[in-house]
């Protein structure tokens, strides 16, 4: 399984961007996507993330609630993150991680967990 991010760039403070992230190979079912962000000397922290296919409260993180709207097309195994008035505090390399099930080339299922190659989002000021 992997995953593909696409969206990121450089956008002045109070711009928007939309990140995607789409899970390709063999997919049986995807339970939780979500994003991660690291920016440069610190920590990967969690973004925004949504539990399950079958619905459930999204997490966000605290310095994103209101701002950033995470959705997902189950039907595509795509995730979104709306991002709105973005601050120069945003600025990191967003990556998608997502956890499910997948049909191994002998036909059993196994549980898989995989993170996207990341897509840079620069704010400036």
């Known amino acids: 399984v992997q995953l593909v991010e696409s969206g990121g760039g450089v956008v002045q403070a109070g711009g928007s961007l939309r990140l995607s992230c789409a899970a390709s190979g063999s997919v049986l079912r995807v339970h939780a996507m979500g994003w991660y962000r690291q920016a440069p000397g610190k920590q990967r922290e969690l973004v925004a993330m949504?539990?399950?296919?079958?619905?459930?409260?999204?997490n966000y993180a605290d310095s994103v609630k209101g701002r950033f709207t995470i959705s997902r097309d189950n039907a595509k195994n795509t995730v979104y993150l709306q991002m709105n008035t973005l601050k120069p505090e945003d600025t990191a390399d967003y990556l998608c991680?997502?956890?499910?099930?997948?049909?191994?080339?002998?036909?059993?299922?196994?549980?898989?967990?995989?993170w996207g190659q990341g897509t840079l989002v620069t704010v400036s000021s």
């Open positions: 991680n997502a956890v499910g099930v997948e049909v191994s080339t002998a036909g059993n299922h196994r549980s898989f967990g995989v």
């Open positions: 949504l539990p399950s296919s079958g619905g459930g409260r999204p």
